[in-house]
């Protein structure tokens, strides 16, 4: 019985996700849509594990490179960008947290914020921002200064 | 006239007559070499067996020259939002006036890299560190913002950065409500050659060559040479801090 059940979940599954597959290849938003390397063949990880622990492997090569000097080792930031940040029609790189791209299209699906972007670089070195800047990460639109009159104390 | 800026002229002035006795000998001053005796694998975590230093000569900075303050800008992405009183400053040029006697030495003044940072003492979340081989860091993983570190320093080298930013250096990484200061161009020191820090390398393209890079600990270093011929000073000397950055002709 509990076997027929397991063998029913998992038909149950393969059905559910075909279904979101097909809404993401209509333009769905169920799943989210991750545009391919700019360049490269394959990653530094499987993708499997990619997806699941890019997190860890940056959170312990940070340390490891700010504390102890050690650079060029594979899980880096920077390698990530310079594969995965796409490129314009006018040839600039697109921010990877620029809506719909690399980084953001997973997070936004996932609901997990990224704190990368505050300080790190969202291009490869040299390469030109084309588009603007996330709506969480731009200025407020009213700064405290501008309400205030002088002469208001 | 801050205590740091009285100490400076005392001993200026405790110095005054030996300083003209050297210059009337006609000590010439030599070429200066900016070595980088630096050959490591960028894969290798850094030792104390180096570290890493700076001697400038107030002698060869020229007054009005902001060659090393824009470098370093440029280097990391540092720009002002018009407002002088917050904008970031790694590096800012001083100009000391003796009042007795009206000499005037201009420095550029960043970061000391203390061997005993008072950040580092005061940082609750230990995101102020001093690296193995001597360049102090702020790990902005870990910094709260808090600014301890900026009123303990005493001599104002951190910022705070107040503003969002955009467009930052890939090798610089900066950010809105974390404290930064000069980091010895720490990118450029751990490549495999190594590259001097981007102060040194505009003041010596301007031809000044005040800036003088180099590993304290090898005595073969052209930096280790000049500490040991020339009468060098640290900052705040009384403090007891052992600074990486010394200076010659106050």
């Known amino acids: ?153 | 006239m801050s205590a740091a800026d009285k100490s400076l002229a005392d001993r200026s002035r405790r110095r005054f007559l030996a300083r003209a006795g050297v210059a009337a000998a006609g000590l010439a001053a030599g070429v200066r070499f900016i070595d980088f005796p630096h050959a490591n694998a960028a894969s290798d975590p850094v030792t104390g067996a180096r570290r890493w230093g700076m001697l400038i000569d107030a002698d060869k900075c020229a007054t009005g020259c902001n060659a090393c303050v824009t470098a370093c800008n440029d280097e990391h992405g540092i720009r002002g939002h018009g407002r002088p009183e917050t904008d970031a400053q790694w590096i800012r040029k001083v100009t000391l006036r003796e009042k007795a006697t009206g000499r005037e030495t201009s420095l550029p003044l960043m970061c000391q890299h203390c061997e005993n940072p008072p950040c580092v003492d005061v940082c609750p979340t230990g995101a102020s560190f001093r690296r193995a081989d001597g360049i102090v860091l702020v790990d902005k993983h870990s910094c709260i913002g808090c600014r301890y570190c900026m009123l303990a320093c005493p001599f104002k080298a951190r910022s705070f950065v107040h503003e969002n930013l955009s467009d930052q250096k890939s090798w610089s990484p900066r950010g809105k409500g974390t404290v930064e200061s000069c980091n010895l161009c720490v990118h450029r020191i751990d490549e495999a050659n190594g590259r001097i820090p981007a102060c040194a390398e505009a003041c010596a393209r301007e031809g000044h060559k005040a800036i003088l890079f180099g590993d304290l600990k090898n005595p073969t270093s052209t930096l280790a040479k000049e500490l040991v011929d020339d009468d060098t000073q640290e900052l705040r000397a009384d403090l007891g801090l052992n600074t990486g950055i010394r200076y010659e002709d106050l």
């Open chain 1, 1 to 153: 019985m509990i076997r027929r059940l397991h063998s029913v979940g998992v038909l149950l599954g393969v059905l559910l996700l075909s279904a979101t597959a097909a809404a993401a290849d209509e333009g769905g938003t169920l799943l989210p849509v991750i545009p391919p390397a700019a360049k490269g063949e394959a990653c530094v990880e499987p993708t499997d594990v990619m997806r699941r622990d890019h997190m860890h492997f940056l959170m312990h090569q940070r340390d490891e490179t700010v504390h102890g000097g050690i650079r060029g080792a594979k899980h880096s930031l920077v390698g990530c960008i310079d594969c995965h940040a796409q490129l314009d029609a006018q040839g600039a790189a697109v921010p990877v947290n620029a809506k719909g791209q690399f980084c953001e299209s997973c997070h936004r699906f996932a609901g997990a914020r990224m704190d990368c972007f505050e300080c790190h670089a969202t291009v490869p070195a040299g390469k030109q921002t084309s588009t603007a800047l996330p709506d969480w990460m731009s200025p407020p639109t009213v700064s405290i200064a501008s309400t205030r009159s002088p002469g208001a104390d």
